[in-house]
């Protein structure tokens, strides 16, 4: 895992925000890890907000809840929604 900062405009201030994010080969270990690797190359993870199949290229967040570990789409719908909490 690797740490990055952004940097988000929020009412027209900038803040700074360190945050965890993992590389492609990362993310593989990661899914091989939790037994969910099967279900991301068989497209059956999915959004927790919207229920959009999740891929490389629309995967945004990971979120621990309930005991294990759910996803979220780049939808700004779904980003927004997480933004308040799950």
């Known amino acids: 895992m690797i740490k990055t900062?952004?940097?988000?405009?929020?009412?027209?201030?900038?803040?700074?925000?360190?945050i965890d994010a993992i590389t492609d080969d990362d993310f593989t270990e990661f899914l091989k890890?939790?037994?969910k690797y099967d279900d991301y190359l068989n497209h059956i993870l999915h959004c927790i907000k919207c229920g959009k199949i999740i891929?490389?290229?629309?995967?945004?967040?990971?979120?621990?809840?309930?005991?294990?570990?759910k996803?979220?789409?780049?939808n700004q719908n779904?980003?927004?929604?997480?933004?308040?909490g799950i």
């Open 5 to 18: 900062n952004i940097i988000v405009l929020e009412a027209m201030v900038i803040i700074k925000k360190e």
């Open 33 to 35: 890890k939790e037994n």
């Open 55 to 69: 891929t490389g290229d629309n995967i945004a967040a990971i979120v621990y809840k309930e005991n294990e570990y």
């Open 71 to 74: 996803f979220i789409c780049d």
């Open 78 to 84: 779904c980003l927004e929604d997480i933004q308040g």
